[in-house]
């Protein structure tokens, strides 16, 4: 059968192209992709081509699907998986396979397999490690933005923290602790907001930090300070770009105790090293942001590492029981991804959206895979159903979810565009 899917032939190479997929195999699933949200490291993807670790040498005749944040509908099932698997199925996937130390992973490696698409192939590797995962929500995109999700808990869950009477390490964010988010009003900041608000270390204080009015603004309206104070949380926002001594300042939020859990959103040598300099006593600093120059440094102090406890690290991604927890927090409405959405659009626009990520504003790019729209920023659906029944329809949908994507909008959508 014939699918539609957007592939990379090289650096900045995207071609949005109609091909022939292959009979699935007795060991492969055949899927239909319904969602796919745009992920930052498919930019990075995009802009290294073949230098890319995950990227295949002969991407210029054999090129790649791109697209790792997807959901949709099983569609046909081989064999092997028919006791596990059947079509009509809802599935969100882990993309994180990591299958006998290969690094090959849907829309970084695959000719036939990625979320850019109509259809198609999940191969043998997926099943046998657990990582197609059956979704019973009533949305597809909080499907796709479970992966995502799932990254951001690895990271709460990955953290530590250490004793003087044992070498045991207490895995997770400190409970009743003061947690400080760098750089955390951008789409995977206010997903970890979302997280902190709820998560089983219940943190006293989450401090969040950027250098926009703007993008403050916009999270205070999504997640406000009232919200947080309702679940027994302080939640503060603060634009460190109006502070004259921002360290001093942030230490001062803490009554001069310092931050236990300190994760670093923005790959900047400053923001990572005034991190550091912020760390409580066993403070514990995750650098969470992938930077595109392999070569990057900045200067830790190692006097405190070693007189104060304090230790660095960093994650990527998640793993599938992450996965498994988001879409379950997802579900019981108890996290709320879609505050990490303000652009929704169609296939025809993943190539450019994701070659001109970083240039365009607001958060994460939501893409439905199924028909073609110009990708359109959720502020601007107002202003375009003066003239379009659509977007006057998408409008008034999300005006009543606080300004945010919501699974009616999504409805709407298909209805529109016919997609069953």
Aim: aromatic share 10%; with cysteine; net charge negative.
């Amino acid at each position: 059968m014939k699918t539609k899917a957007v592939r990379m032939y090289g650096m900045d190479d995207l071609r949005l192209e109609e091909f022939e997929l292959p009979d699935i195999k007795e060991d492969e699933i055949l899927v239909k992709v319904i969602s796919d949200s745009i992920c930052m490291s498919t930019y990075k993807l995009v802009k290294q081509g073949k230098k890319h670790k995950r990227a295949p040498q002969n991407i210029d005749t054999n090129p790649i699907i791109i697209g790792h944040e997807f959901a949709g509908d099983i569609v046909k099932v081989g064999s092997k998986w028919q006791d596990q698997f059947k079509p009509g199925q809802k599935f969100s996937l882990q993309p994180a396979l990591n299958y006998k130390g290969s690094l090959a992973s849907p829309g970084y490696s695959y000719e036939y397999f990625g979320g850019a698409c109509t259809y198609c192939i999940i191969p043998h590797e997926v099943m046998e490690l657990g990582c197609l995962l059956n979704y019973d929500g009533d949305s597809y995109f909080e499907a796709s933005l479970g992966e995502p999700m799932s990254c951001i808990i690895g990271g709460y869950h990955a953290n530590y923290h250490t004793n003087k009477q044992n070498y045991h390490h207490a895995m997770g964010t400190k409970t009743g602790g003061n947690i400080l988010i760098l750089g955390g009003c951008g789409p995977m900041g206010l997903g970890a907001i979302s997280y902190g608000l709820i998560m089983e270390n219940k943190p006293k204080r989450l401090v969040i930090t950027d250098i926009s009015d703007e993008k403050i603004k916009r999270a205070k309206e999504v997640i406000s300070e009232e919200t947080a104070a309702a679940k027994g949380i302080e939640l503060i926002y603060v634009n460190t770009a109006t502070m004259k001594d921002p360290v001093s300042e942030l230490m001062e939020l803490t009554e001069g105790h310092g931050y236990d859990d300190v994760f670093v959103y923005i790959p900047i040598r400053e923001v990572a090293e005034m991190g550091d300099r912020l760390l409580a006593f066993d403070g514990c600093m995750n650098f969470f942001a992938g930077p595109t120059n392999n070569e990057f440094k900045a200067e830790i102090n190692l006097y405190n590492a070693h007189y104060t406890s304090t230790h660095i690290m960093g994650t990527t991604g998640g793993n599938t029981d992450d996965l498994k927890e988001a879409l379950y927090l997802s579900g019981k409405k108890l996290i709320e991804p879609a505050v990490m959405v303000t652009h929704v659009g169609g296939i025809d626009s993943i190539a450019e959206a994701t070659i001109n990520l970083p240039n365009i504003p607001g958060g994460k790019k939501l893409t439905y895979t199924q028909f073609n729209m110009p990708l359109t920023a959720i502020d601007d659906f107002a202003q375009l159903g003066k003239t379009d029944p659509l977007f006057e329809k998408l409008s008034e949908s999300c005006k009543k979810h606080r300004g945010l994507w919501n699974s009616e909008a999504e409805k709407i959508l298909f209805e529109h565009f016919g997609v069953n």
